[in-house]
């Protein structure tokens, strides 16, 4: 499952989320930087969060909320300072 969203008014920012459940792999990124990476290859847990902190002058917390639903189904919900801003599902 992959995803990007746009944070920012004034200072505009990129979020990059890549999630492979074959591989348990994830990865995101903050304007193509990696600031967050996990491989984990047994039990992946039913509900992970991923939190950060985009900007400089204009700070933004961003949560990843990563459910899952079935065997390789997630829903990820995507807050931006505390406010719902899209979920992402695939089944």
Excluded at 5 to 26: Q, R, S
Excluded at 34 to 51: D, G, M, S, Y
Aim: charged fraction near 30%.
């Amino acid at each position: 499952m992959k995803f990007t969203i746009e944070v920012g008014e004034i200072e505009k920012h990129t979020v990059e989320y890549d999630f492979n459940p074959l591989l348990g792999t994830l990865v995101v990124k903050v304007d193509k930087q990696t600031v967050k990476r996990h491989l984990r290859l047994v039990n992946e847990p039913v509900r992970e969060t991923h939190a950060l902190i985009v900007g400089n002058s204009e700070k933004h917390h961003v949560r990843i909320e990563k459910e899952r639903t079935s065997t390789f189904g997630h829903r990820n919900s995507v807050f931006v300072n505390n406010r719902l801003l899209k979920v992402v599902e695939n089944n």
